[in-house]
């Protein structure tokens, strides 16, 4: 019973049909406008996430990591037995990590560019580059992060929760890389980025954040059974993705302005529509 | 299977359009289509210029129908299964020289891009619906609000119509 009950609130929630009136303006980006706004994104990045309003983002994130550290062992386990219990083959949990590794992003991508420019929608150009801006962008520091904390990837595990190495050697990091390039997570942070952008951009298409959300989730689950990643590589990555999108996605488009008008009024006036309908439009405005 | 399934239930769920509006001045014959930047008592403020609310006699609101869900269906089925297959064709191919892997690059590009005017083509192939208000015998306030209303988002039962 419940279960049709989430089912039916989901349904629900899905085909609310969202008449999203563009309330932004958008226009053409350069072909390499995504890498121009990288040092300006990474400048934005640093000063943000230290304000008192995301404080607790902040704190959410750190305390999250730290617990998934503890127990991270024993949650690879649980989605190695969640892969089995639903007889995920290697080949699924395959594809489910291969949804992060940029190809998908980099195909997505053309395809707005495509769309974009033979239909001329800035709409869709721009969040091609707002895709490769922030997913760029989140994967610098991702890279950064990664040649700091060296920490070993499960399928090459020397403790149960894999070694830490900080700053590790270089020469040895790239010659050997899985034992130093687990934390965080790059694939998250570039499909966390391709779904915002797209969900920030195409509020009207409500199955992105749901779909989006869900090839998160799966692609952490399928890093993990893969063994390239652990879940404590996940909320870094899915925070680093998140943030430089919404940054991308801020810088990429202008807010139309209306001036409010407030007084309360009350209207009445034809409304003729295509195909030879005609009808009476009542509005009141509070 | 059931991710599969849901997978594509919450694929097919979306519905969506897209629209453009477009404006009729007293000085013109034709509609011209805009992109709204900011309204003031006076201006409609659009992309590269701006139009007197007083001069203007008729706005329409164009959006193109939403494409059925079976095609919809195959298209996203279609999308992802070319995006698995290029994939594994290449990982199966691996590992390559800096060089190959500009010829992958370009061939995940070419195929995007191109899927991207496909989607374009078969949309635009569907029947547009337009909505129409007539402006010229309404005083500015009037026009006014209507188009505060046009611009903010979903407020007005008008935006339902089809």
Redesign the interface.
Known sequence: MIKKLIIYAV?GL??G???????Y?YTRPGWFTFLKNIPGDMRDYTRDPLTKKNLWGLTAITVSTGLMIYYDDKLLDASNELSDQ?GWSEQTNW?ME?IGDG??Q???????????L??NDNR?LQSASQIFESVFAAGTIVQLLKHITGRESPFVATTPTGRWRFFPNQTDYHHRVPEFDAFPSGHISSITAMVVVLSEN?P?????K??GY?AIG?NAIGMMNTGVHWMSDHPIGIALGYSFAKIAVKKGR?Q????I?TPP?F?I??????KDGF?I?M?L?L | M??RI??LF??L???????TMEILSTEDADYIKI???????DFLFF?SDSIKIEEINSVRMIKNNDIPITIKAVLATG?FSL??Y??EY?YKEAPFTIPQFSGV?SV??????????I??KII?SYP???????FST?PV??K???L???????K???????
Do not use: W
């Not at chain 1, 049909?17 to 309330?23: H, V």
């Not at chain 2, 007005?156 to 089809?162: E, L, Q």
């Open positions: 349904i899905l085909t049909n969202t008449f999203a009136q563009q309330d303006m639903l594809r291969h190809y998908l980099l195909y997505v991508a053309s395809s707005l560019i495509g769309y974009g033979y239909y869709a195409y009207e298409y409500t199955f992105i749901p779909l869900l799966l202008t139309i302005k209306t001036s008008k009024s209207s006036y034809p409304l003729f529509v295509s009808g439009h509005s405005t | 059931p991710i849901t997978v919450i694929l769920m979306g519905s969506s359009f897209s629209q992109t709204p930047v900011h309204l003031t008592d992309q999308y995006f698995y290029m994939l290449m690059f995940f590009i070419i195929a995007g891009t191109g899927a991207g005017i989607y374009g635009n547009e619906g337009k909505t129409s208000y007539d309404m306030e009037e006014y609000t209507i505060q209303q046009i611009l903010t988002k979903n007005v039962p008008f935006h339902k119509t089809p």
